[in-house]
């Protein structure tokens, strides 16, 4: 069983009856260190089983230990007291985009200790959005763009996109900043043709929509917290169906 085959909470109970393994699956994807050196003497730790779970020591004699650590020691998961079942129902929870009083509900803490895991979670959409690099490029990339925009657009959005937008006037200098400029005339057509290019901006809007949808439906969110929720929804639909693979494999890049 790999953890991105964990599609619901069912499959987490099926696959994963208790702690060791829950421990086991995270050791077997490199998600926790599958060795650690004590801190105090250098020497390789051994892994030692407990009623309900695993830690590491160094044994300094037969009856006293040098060290010991946790094994969520440099890893994602150190940020946290969840047990790591807990934190593995978290996870596959966020990823099926339950809220945060429905997860606090399945895995029986609270909603404060939820949005502190979002908040991880969306982190790590973060760092996955940022090796993108610049939007567009080869793609076509549309959008409303006041003049006050034009640095931020030229900040996000690589100079050699064909940029799709409507006719609004502000907009008519961006053939001086992208490669190309088309443009639809929404008084007269949904779509301008231009030779093979079928300029509109329909998924634009669309996906405009469904990144506010979450907001509307909810609570708004703060401020601070806005650029990490825009991370996450654009990593999702970047990814589509490699989104938790993804995420998993950003998080194994935190093992340290
Ligand atoms: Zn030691």
């Not at 006293?64 to 890893?75: A, M, P, Q, T, W």
């Not at 506010?212 to 990490?228: E, I, M, N, W």
């Amino acid at each position: 069983m790999k953890f991105s085959d964990l599609k619901s909470l069912s499959d987490v109970m099926t696959a994963l009856p208790d702690e060791k393994s829950a421990a086991n699956l995270l050791f077997n994807e490199g998600l926790i260190k599958n060795n650690v050196n004590c801190s105090k003497c250098g020497n390789p730790m051994q892994l030692r089983s407990r009623a309900n779970g695993y830690e590491w020591r160094c044994r300094s004699s037969k009856s006293k230990d040098c060290s010991s650590e946790s094994i969520r020691h440099g890893s994602f998961f150190a940020r946290t007291k969840l047990t790591l079942l807990q934190a593995i129902k978290v996870i596959v929870l966020w990823k099926q985009k339950n809220s945060a009083k429905q997860i606090s509900k399945e895995v029986g803490i609270s909603e404060q200790t939820v949005c502190d895991w979002r908040n991880f979670l969306r982190e790590i959409c973060t760092s996955i959005e940022l090796s993108y690099g610049k939007l567009g490029g080869i793609d076509r990339t549309t959008g409303r763009v006041a003049k006050i925009l034009v640095p931020l657009l030229q900040a996000s959005v690589d100079k050699n996109s064909i940029v799709y937008s409507d006719e609004r006037k502000s907009y008519s200098q961006l053939k001086h900043y992208f490669s190309e400029h088309c443009t639809v005339c929404h008084k007269i057509q949904f779509v301008n043709i231009v030779g093979s290019r079928r300029v509109c901006t329909n998924g634009v809007e669309a996906m405009g929509s469904r990144l506010k949808a979450p907001f509307k439906s909810g609570k708004g969110t703060r401020q601070t917290l806005l650029d990490s929720y825009i991370s996450e929804f654009f990593v999702r639909e970047n990814e589509k169906d490699d989104f938790f693979s993804k995420v998993l494999d950003e998080m194994k890049s935190k093992v340290i």
